[in-house]
């Protein structure tokens, strides 16, 4: 998969907006219409991120057409799981409504912080969302105790996927205490109870210490998978991996070609990439340096197929 860059998209100095101020992080996309809209988490002064989103052209992604100027989900309250930051992790359309799982966070004191996995729904066709409970849908269990995040789920077969990150452990990384996580996969028969035991779907490899916001497709009867590496030696990268039932991935990582550029908002790392196909284009959007302090970009696709 030979992906071609096409620049640097937007930042927080694209917005005049005083909830934007420094990271932009995690983009999802979804086609509102003829509109294709990035749902994103923009970080304040103080790095908590609430979800907004950027509207652009789908015939050409570079030209963008609006903003949200106010979030779409907000900080949760105080003392709750979601307090400190929301992300936007997937999308699912169910009975006309819009389904958002997200990512918080919550500060803590022996340890940074624990992140766990949110539902918001939106019935005014994803301008603004709710949340479904103040409770985490995905909170914590034994061996995943500080972080379940980065939820991805697809409705197949009558049945509801998910594939998400989950917390092993901890890790200094070199510039401070970091986590350390894989991916995991669960089933349920409901959109928003998960209990069934996690399956272990990507592991750690080298010097490594995360894999996280997976995308999952399925498509020449397999399932592909998008998702972000985290290791000491490169920051953040992009890798590949497909699977036959779904639960166990097999690693392609080489077959993902994009890789950091010679200078600019992506020079150290790209991460937290989602895909989007609009008719014969798949497009990639993606996070710069500094887990998107650098800002968001995207690329396209030399072909029509993932994988």
Known sequence: MKWIKKGFLCDCNTFDLDW???????????????????????????????????????????????????????????????????????????????????????????????????LAVSEDYGDSFKRVSNAPILDRINNELHQRSAIEVMKKDGHYKMWYTANVGWIDNGIHLAPKYDIKYLESNSIDKWYDIPKPSLELKGDEYGLTMPQVFFEDDKYKM???????????????????????????????EIDVSKEGFDSEMICFGKTFKYKNKI????????????????????GEKIG
Do not use: W
């Open 20 to 118: 934007y101020k420094k990271n932009t992080m995690t983009p999802l996309p979804y086609l509102k219409g003829d509109v294709l809209r990035i749902y994103l988490t923009m970080c304040d002064s103080e790095n908590q991120g609430r979800v907004g989103y950027i509207d652009l052209n789908p015939n050409n992604p570079s030209e963008i057409l609006g903003f949200s100027d106010t979030p779409a989900l907000d900080l949760g309250e105080v003392g709750t799981f979601d307090e400190n930051g929301v992300l936007p992790t997937s999308l699912l359309e169910e009975n006309g409504k819009l389904y958002l799982y997200y990512s918080a966070y919550q500060k803590q004191v022996s340890i940074p912080y624990t992140i766990y996995s949110g």
């Open 226 to 256: 998008i998702y972000s590496i985290r290791s000491i030696s490169k920051g953040y990268r992009l890798g590949y991996a497909e699977s036959i039932d779904g639960i166990k991935f097999i690693r392609m990582d080489e077959k993902m």
């Open 283 to 302: 497009y990639l959007f993606y996070c710069g340096n500094h887990y998107g302090i650098g800002g968001l970009g995207y690329a396209e696709l030399e």
